[in-house]
């Protein structure tokens, strides 16, 4: 269960670092982004540039906007790591002889059910 939390938070930190890398080339700031999205504060912004929450998907599509992005690349992004993800759990599933595994989507997120 450790391992499962710390490869979520990791795929959220790397594509949280990949979001920030383009807001920083677009030469806006946090507060700016929030702005435009009509948050009141930054904290939302740098909550998901840290990689403690995804943007909601229409904040995500709003993003891409602002900050001049292709929206294929940002799929390629998110499928990437999205990939090496759940690579990484079915290792670790295959691992745990015996174990019954059944995934469930839940939006951008799996969980285990028995």
Do not use: W
């Amino acid at each position: 269960m450790f391992k499962k939390a710390r490869r979520e938070k990791s795929f959220l930190k790397e594509f949280g670092l990949y979001i920030k890398e383009k807001r920083e080339r677009s030469g806006l700031s946090q507060s700016e982004v929030a702005h435009e999205l009509g948050y009141s504060s930054p904290q939302f912004i740098s909550n998901f540039e840290r990689g403690l929450c995804s943007p909601p998907l229409p904040a995500l599509r709003e993003l891409v906007d602002l900050y001049r992005l292709s929206r294929r690349e940002v799929v390629d992004v998110l499928l990437k790591q999205q990939k090496r993800y759940l690579e990484a759990y079915f290792s670790g599933a295959e691992r745990r002889r015996g174990s019954h595994i059944k995934l469930v989507s839940m939006g951008t997120r799996l969980r285990k059910v028995s």
